[in-house]
């Protein structure tokens, strides 16, 4: 397996400085934690909806759950399905995941590949860690370290990379926040040079009366100062979820528009797509845009990208879904528009059990005549179960949520001891609202909330909930902290 740097740098960071340095996949895909993986071909990855995040109310009753133990992926050689790669998981007694071993078939026998150990310290996890085998021995690939303050919030993660047995630093974020409601002020971040951090950019912010982020500038260390780079500035519809936010970049002397986005929600907070644009000097020009549609269940049928001609918005791709009488989503298809027609290119096939989990999906490619298995991924679970009649809604409280980490999916858990009306967001770790997953009057009880990130990108997330008595008053009010790999 070949070994590449992962790095994304320089220009990203001169315009985009809000957003994370990634990596790129290694080879062998890296699997999800929970649920669906997609075959490696990352630029055809489902753009899937945002996901059911259904309240269920189980009144004094601890909730049962089922976890992903294995997965086992296969090829299409013609004839027969081989088989391919394989996952196997492992959690801890709080139902943490702690780590998953990625084996590959030779033929003959299961071989190791890679495996992945996650490491924590009073429910957070301070380490993610990743070994590749050599055939005798399990070497350091690559490593991601958290560190948190005493509130439990992200303060600093570092990038590390494997050098055979140790660890060497790459590049590492330091997150400083304010004291009051611990929202992030500014966020660092620093090289590693032969024996010292170095300075390479930071991102200031400021934020609404509301709390929502209204300003994040940039900036470059140019050796011995701290230089403007990039800045975005964020408006929103105080009537929708809407909002806006405009990149500019810094020429020496003044503010220049760059791009913008146009994120558009309906009023019943529906994700209705968003629009790009960029800065021609003069005025906004239309680049590109995303457009869903939804069926009368709210569930998402179609996922159109379009492009921007100079005159009118012009078909380029498109996602569509289908979904069994249950709601879930059997049929995911990629077409592309080619000569005013729709023009099949690839789909997934996804089947699920009496308990609606998911467990096998297939992966299929259009020749132009019929649709030809390529992949194809079964998954194993295991029943968690809960015990009864041990949780007596006397109190509000917010529950960890699991499986965490997690992707794409996890479930939140929280009680109310009298109707109440209540909030539950989701946040990023700049302390943006990224998803609003309750908003009214909630019975007494013990609830449930399943929160899908598919759209979202791998990183640390807080659920807030904020409960209030029907007259108005603040009952109660509590954050926890979760995290996204994919």
Known sequence: MCKRLLFVILFFFSFFSTQVISQEKIQKKEPPLALNPKVAENDLKLPHELGDNSVTQNPGEAADYYRTIEELDEMWDGAVWVKDYRYTYEYDEEGNTTGYLGVEWDGSDWVNDYKVVYTYDNGNIIAYS???????????????SYQYDSFGYYTLYTYQEGDSLTWVNYYRYLYYRNDVDHETDSVVIQLWSVSAWENYSKT???YDSEGRTSVSTGYTY???????SSRTTYTYDESTSSYNYTGEYWDGTDWVNYYRYSYNYDSNNKYLGYTY??????AWINVSRIVYTYNEEGKTIEYLNQDWDGAVWV???RYTYEYDSNGNNTVSKYEDYVMDSWVDVYRYLDEYDENGLNTRETYQTWDGTLWNNSYRYTFTYELVTGVEDEITVNQYRLYNNYPNPFNPSTKIEFSVPQKSTVTLKIYNILGKEV???INGEIESGLHSVNFSAINLSSGVYFYKIEARSLDGAGLFSETKKMMLLK
């Open 315 to 317: 078909n380029d791709y």
């Open 435 to 437: 998803a609003t997953l």
């Open 204 to 206: 200031l912010y400021t």
């Open 222 to 228: 140019s050796g011995s100062a701290w230089e403007y």
């Open 130 to 144: 990743y070994y590749l085998w050599n055939g005798s021995e399990w070497l350091n690939y690559y490593r991601y």
């Open 277 to 282: 644009q960029t800065w021609d000097g003069a």
